[in-house]
């Protein structure tokens, strides 16, 4: 039963152009949610995080947005460069815990 | 001054050796994990040790075992591999704040392959 999903196992941006990826939760009782970079033959690296309590977080030009209604949250990077393609692993923690669950991740490919 | 270390990088073995997986962090961190990867891509959780303790231990044959010298390290034994064990196993460290979202940090991953 997969409580974080990421439905589209890969995304093709131009370079300069925005990629969004998504993710989809079930667990109502998740309240804090990540996302982790990872390189071929590299472990995950964090990215960025949101609490549920805002519904928007800025790292430069990353942005990840959260939906709790429609249990959806969302990274947008603006402007893609080529050495972002890696896969984004988009992760989810419940109050009173400290594992994340992740989602299956989504390959990122930017194109010069 | 890498900050969570795996060895090996790569092993494979044939079934029904036994083998370990060590990891070490040079980050001050109270807590550890092992990470499996499988075929569909999914990272799961296998064991968190804080401290040198065992606090969770999913659902996971007993076949491995976990053991930790010290809060700077997390050994993966396992015993008799089998086929479905191939995959990729990742340790992570983190810093458990009382607000429990401090960052994981990952290692590198070793990956297993079982013949």
């Known amino acids: 039963d997969q409580q974080v999903k990421q439905n589209s196992p890969s995304l093709s941006v131009q370079e300069g152009r925005i990629s969004i990826l998504n993710c989809d939760y079930t667990n109502s009782m998740f309240d804090y949610f990540l996302w982790y970079k990872k390189y071929p033959a590299e472990g995950p690296t964090f990215l960025i995080s949101i609490s549920s309590i805002k519904d928007k977080n800025e790292d430069g030009r990353f942005t990840v947005f959260l939906n709790k209604s429609a249990k959806h949250l969302s990274l947008h990077i603006v402007p893609s460069q080529p050495g972002d393609s890696a896969v984004y692993f988009c992760?989810?923690?419940?109050?009173?815990?400290?594992?994340?669950?992740f989602g299956r991740g989504t390959s990122l490919i930017v194109h010069p | 001054d890498t900050a969570v270390s795996q060895t090996p990088k790569y092993l494979v073995t044939q079934m029904g050796n036994d083998k370990s997986i060590k990891c070490e962090q040079n980050l001050g961190h109270d807590t550890m994990y092992w990470y499996k990867q499988d075929s569909k891509k999914f990272l799961k959780i296998m064991f968190s040790?804080?401290?040198?303790?065992?606090?969770i231990n999913e659902t996971v044959p007993n076949r491995f075992s976990p053991k930790s010298p010290d809060k700077a390290h997390l050994n993966l034994h396992i015993n008799s591999l089998e086929l479905g064990d191939s995959a990729v196993y990742f340790c992570?460290?983190?810093?458990?704040?009382?607000?429990?979202?401090?960052?994981?940090?990952f290692g590198p991953g070793t990956r297993l392959t079982v013949l």
């Open positions: 992570a460290s983190s810093q458990v704040a009382s607000g429990g979202t401090d960052t994981q940090y």
């Open positions: 040790y804080n401290n040198k303790e065992l606090i």
């Open positions: 992760a989810a923690i419940s109050g009173g815990s400290y594992i994340p669950t």
